[in-house]
């Protein structure tokens, strides 16, 4: 029987080097659950693992599109759940990796999605209470809260170009493959130095003149990518290099702490290890006590 282990938290906490570890001692293929990791073109800029550190471990779903292509959370539920159906099927073991909250959700769970073109509907100009009534009618017991007017938009906007309704929450949570959870976190200053001093390596790497080859293409979702969002305001000369900079440290922190809140809200059954950056093996030690 396959042992599917996930690991997640925020970027820079060590999930890649974890997965390898794991990968190696049980034996398994890698799944990648990352959302700029899927892209081809970006390697420094999303800190991409190399292939001299993937340790002859097989990859999946990562250098897997363009960033000109258009691929959706819906493509890669379709495409992760076939590869991790068809890996079970070998009886082999898996190791999912990544801090891209719905791609897992929408992988391991009863996130049904359908290849729906979502409509832009401007509901700016209607108030919370008009929103909720609206929502009651679609489905009253939709449970969502007057004040929450960002899922109303979201739940409505849904059937307005689907005809079918958002699941609940419950039936969301449901999860649709047996899996072992485990997330990685840190202390916040520690978590912030780190992720300082990567965007400082990365650019010794040469993520600018990685930035500037990819802004020259035009591609569509360039603008995707943390890194390249703030020094295509430097190429259009709208801010200096070291604002640029800045920008990256700040909506990277800013992207982790996200990610931290997401998981913890959203996926309740997360085994959580605190990273211990000094010795790496205390933390995998805890890892494999959970898997184990």
């Not at 919370?128 to 938009?153: F, G, M, S």
């Not at 591609?219 to 943390?226: A, G, H, T």
């Not at 700040?250 to 959203?266: G, P």
């Amino acid at each position: 029987m396959s042992k599917i282990v996930l690991i997640v938290g925020p970027t820079a906490t060590g999930k890649t080097k974890a997965s390898i570890e794991v990968a190696h001692e049980l034996n398994a293929q890698i799944i990648n659950a990352d959302s700029t990791q899927l892209y081809k073109e970006p390697v420094i800029t999303t800190a991409k693992i190399k292939e001299s550190e993937k340790e002859g471990i097989i990859h999946h779903l990562m250098d897997y599109v363009s960033l000109n292509d258009d691929y959706t959370i819906f493509d890669y539920q379709k495409d992760g759940r076939r590869i991790l159906d068809k890996l079970i099927s070998e009886n082999k073991n898996v190791v999912i990796v990544g801090g891209s909250g719905l791609y897992i959700k929408a992988l391991l769970y009863n996130y049904n999605l359908e290849e729906t073109k979502i409509k832009k509907i401007d509901l700016s100009h209607y108030s919370n209470e008009e929103l909720k009534e609206y929502a009651d009618k679609i489905d009253i017991n939709n449970n969502i809260h007057v004040n929450n007017r960002q899922r109303l938009e979201r739940f409505i906007t849904f059937y307005e170009s689907s005809g079918k309704v958002i699941k609940n929450k419950d039936e969301i949570n449901q999860k649709v493959y047996d899996f072992i959870s485990i997330g990685l976190d840190a202390k916040r200053s520690e978590l912030y130095k780190r992720i300082d001093d990567r965007v400082e390596e990365m650019m010794k790497d040469g993520m600018l003149e990685e930035a500037k080859r990819l802004y020259k293409l035009h591609l569509k979702n360039y603008s995707n990518i943390i890194g390249f969002r703030e020094l295509e305001l430097y190429f259009k000369n709208e801010i200096s290099l070291d604002k640029a900079l800045e920008l990256i440290k700040r909506n990277t922190r800013r992207y982790a702490k996200r990610q931290y809140t997401w998981f913890k809200n959203q996926m309740k059954d997360i085994n959580w290890v605190h990273v211990d950056y000094n010795n790496f093996e205390n933390t995998l030690n805890e890892i494999r006590r959970i898997i184990n």
